[in-house]
């Protein structure tokens, strides 16, 4: 895996927090607002938060049979293509193939879901499982109200590191081994996965939530 592969991977939201066939989690990467859900089998979606009839935002929906159903007239988009299978007001009416909901790649790895935007990056997963050590935990996500570029230009100031390989900042904050996943959300909004190898509940992990709301701080201070 290099680098350019890794930068068009958004670390968008945390595996555990998508269940199979249940919720919808709104997410962002670079300005594009995202419905996240799981197919009853698993596998994870990313979709365009916008319903194709009328915009309305799919994370107002549900999952029904398999299928992503709009909040506003019921219309339902199948996993996997986003094609648009049923339009409960017209139930006999065999819907146009160009009713489809706009999805995007993704990838699963070091607990994390990972979603691809841009149609020309290379299609291959990288190896992003290193990015999080194993065994390590999970301590938050830090939203913060600044670029995401600022966000590592502090993560280094601080003397995290990023790694070459999975694009992770590895290092200590306040003496806590953390590896930071950053997320590019929007233009002024950035997105801090935190994880840490301090059991959780533990002095260490207390302390690495403090760090982290004081990292925040430190970097919205200069806003
Ligand atoms: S806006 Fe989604 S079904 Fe009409």
Redesign the pocket.
Known sequence: MNTQNTAVWHPVARSADLRPGDNIVAGFAEGQELALWRATDGTAQAWENR?P????RFTLGQVVDNHLA?A????QYAAGSGQCTRIPAHPAMQVPRNVCARTFATAEAAGMLWVRLSPEAPPAAPALADAVPAGWHFCRTLTVNMPADTVRAALAQRGLIAEAASGAWRGQLDGVAAAALVLDAQPRLAFVHLWTDAAPGSLAMQALHTAARSLRAGIEALG
Do not use: A, D, P
Not at 72 to 75: A, E, L, P, T, V
């Open positions: 319903c009839h009328r915009s309305v709009c506003y007239h019921g219309w």
